[in-house]
Structure formats: structure tokens, C-alpha cells
């Protein structure tokens, strides 16, 4: 029997109706995602953020599982949310929630897309880092 797994778990985010003031402000926003990501039981590697002039922020917060990354239109109360993870320990839901709250989004949608879809035979689990195959030489 061949059952199929994914590497990983992308949510598409879309925060509509945000509170503008919140998703204008940089430190706000890395600090949500941040808490988000930590929400989430994830492990944070890098955080890198920038504010655009006359406003919007993009930022991505690195975490051992993949990545968390946002880009805000707050002349539209607009932030669009890209949550990554690999393996079955993290749960992006739980950090979506976090943002929707956080971002006083009225209107969010989440979208949820498996990635790296792979064949197993005999039910195996599908380890979170798989180990090089050798080459025959």
C-alpha cells in the first residue's frame, strides 16, 4: 500500500480589515511574528525586517522548521502571511491564530497547501530530515 506524505505545511494568510496602526508599526509587527513563531513551539534562527517609506514592512522570522514572513499594506489594513513548517511538531495553525488576534484582522483567510508530497510504501513515517543516500561507486 503506498500512502502519501508531505514534507511540509504552507498556510497562505490573508489578514483583511487589520488595525492599520498596528501593522504600520515595525516593532509591533516583528515582535508579533516573533510570538507567533514562539507560539507555535518553533525554533527561531534569524529575524530580519524591513520598513518601507512611506509605510509597509516586510519581514521574515527563520525558524529551524522553515520560516514565518510578512509583507503589510497599511494604507489598505492589508498584511498578507506566509507560514512554513516541515515535520508534525509545529503547528502553523496555532501561530496563524496568533497573527489574526494580534493584527485585529475582521476578515482573515487561511489557505493551507501540503508541500514536497511524497510516496511511502507500508505506512512508513516520514522522518523530519532524511539522511543522504549513498552513491554506488
Same mark, same amino acid.
Given at each position: 500500500?503506498?500512502?502519501?506524505?508531505?514534507?511540509?505545511?504552507?498556510?497562505?494568510?490573508?489578514?483583511?480589515?487589520?488595525?492599520?496602526?498596528?501593522?504600520?508599526?515595525?516593532?509591533?509587527?516583528?515582535?508579533?511574528?516573533?510570538?507567533?513563531?514562539?507560539?507555535?513551539?518553533?525554533?527561531?534562527?534569524?529575524?530580519?525586517?524591513?520598513?518601507?517609506?512611506?509605510?509597509?514592512?516586510?519581514?521574515?522570522?527563520?525558524?529551524?522548521?522553515?520560516? #514565518?514572513?510578512?509583507?503589510?499594506?497599511?494604507?489598505?489594513?492589508?498584511?498578507?502571511?506566509?507560514?512554513?513548517?516541515?515535520?508534525?511538531?509545529?503547528?502553523?495553525?496555532?501561530?496563524?491564530?496568533?497573527?489574526?488576534?494580534?493584527?485585529?484582522?475582521?476578515?482573515?483567510?487561511?489557505?493551507?497547501?501540503?508541500?514536497?508530497?511524497?510516496? #511511502?510504501?507500508?505506512?512508513?513515517? #516520514?522522518?523530519?530530515?532524511?539522511?543522504?543516500?549513498?552513491?554506488?561507486?
Amino acid at each position: 500500500m503506498v500512502d502519501l506524505n508531505a514534507l511540509g505545511t504552507h498556510l497562505l494568510v490573508d489578514l483583511r480589515d487589520c488595525n492599520i496602526e498596528a501593522i504600520r508599526d515595525l516593532e509591533f509587527v516583528k515582535d508579533s511574528m516573533v510570538g507567533a513563531a514562539r507560539e507555535a513551539a518553533a525554533t527561531i534562527v534569524d529575524v530580519s525586517f524591513h520598513e518601507f517609506n512611506p509605510f509597509g514592512i516586510s519581514g521574515m522570522v527563520v525558524i529551524a522548521e522553515s520560516h #514565518l514572513s510578512i509583507h503589510t499594506w497599511p494604507e489598505y489594513g492589508f498584511a498578507a502571511v506566509d507560514i512554513f513548517t516541515c515535520g508534525d511538531l509545529i503547528k502553523p495553525e496555532i501561530a496563524a491564530q496568533y497573527l489574526i488576534e494580534r493584527f485585529g484582522s475582521q476578515n482573515p483567510s487561511v489557505v493551507e497547501m501540503k508541500r514536497g508530497i511524497i510516496s #511511502l510504501f507500508n505506512n512508513e513515517k #516520514l522522518p523530519h530530515k532524511a539522511e543522504a543516500k549513498k552513491e554506488k561507486t
